[in-house]
């Protein structure tokens, strides 16, 4: 694919954009195919850099609030709709209309239903923390009670404590790195959900386009 080929496409994914908003990008990416070619790529290459044009849409689309793409792809929609008498539209108000109350219940419920399960994992990675908190608390009182043992009573109790302190020390690090990696994931989750539902509502009305 060279390059007026690709850019040529990306233009017709994004016409559903006002034509200033689509233009920048093709600047964008024309400029990025450019610069390659001067640093010694072919026309091809330099093109074939920048990805399938699928992932460049979608990689323009995911950083695009999703209140613009609706809203622009619904007017679209609608300019077509009365441009061919305007009865596609009459008929998608009426559902909306009617299927409202039962859209909204729905979103509720899984919003509900999503937000539930998030803390309920939120305060199972709590409680582990806190089995991890104690645990190294308990490794420290172990260690020192050792030494205590050493001192007064003998080697053998000693040796029992500090059996018991590394013991405690062992499983509180065995569980800290998953517990860590488990932490980031959450915190991540929220925004790649987002994407994620944000992605298929933008492949569904594309499909539906």
Not at 37 to 56: F, L, P
Not at 92 to 112: K, N, Q, R, T
Not at 142 to 167: E, H, K
């Amino acid at each position: 694919m060279n390059k007026e080929e690709f850019l040529n496409g990306l233009r017709a994914r994004l016409a559903y954009l006002p034509e200033s908003e689509t233009e920048k990008f093709i600047a964008f990416y024309a400029e990025s195919i450019d610069d390659r070619v001067e640093d010694g790529m072919s026309e091809a290459e330099a093109t074939a850099a920048m990805g399938d044009i699928d992932s460049v849409v979608h990689t323009i689309e995911s950083e695009m609030p999703l209140s613009t793409i609706v809203r622009q792809r619904v007017k679209n929609s609608r300019e077509r709709s009365e441009n061919s008498g305007g009865g596609h539209s009459v008929w998608w108000i009426v559902l909306a209309v009617l299927g409202f109350p039962i859209w909204l219940s729905l979103a509720c419920v899984l919003g509900a239903v999503v937000a539930a399960i998030y803390i309920s994992v939120m305060v199972f990675v709590a409680a582990i923390y806190l089995v991890l908190l104690a645990l190294g608390l308990s490794a420290v009182f172990m260690l020192m009670y050792s030494v205590s043992r050493l001192l007064t009573v003998g080697l053998a109790s000693a040796l029992l404590a500090l059996g018991v302190a590394l013991a405690t020390a062992g499983a509180c690090a065995a569980l800290l790195w998953p517990c860590v990696t488990l932490s980031k994931l959450l915190v991540k989750l929220p925004l790649r959900f987002w994407r994620w539902l944000k992605g298929l509502i933008i492949d569904r009305r594309r499909n539906f386009e």
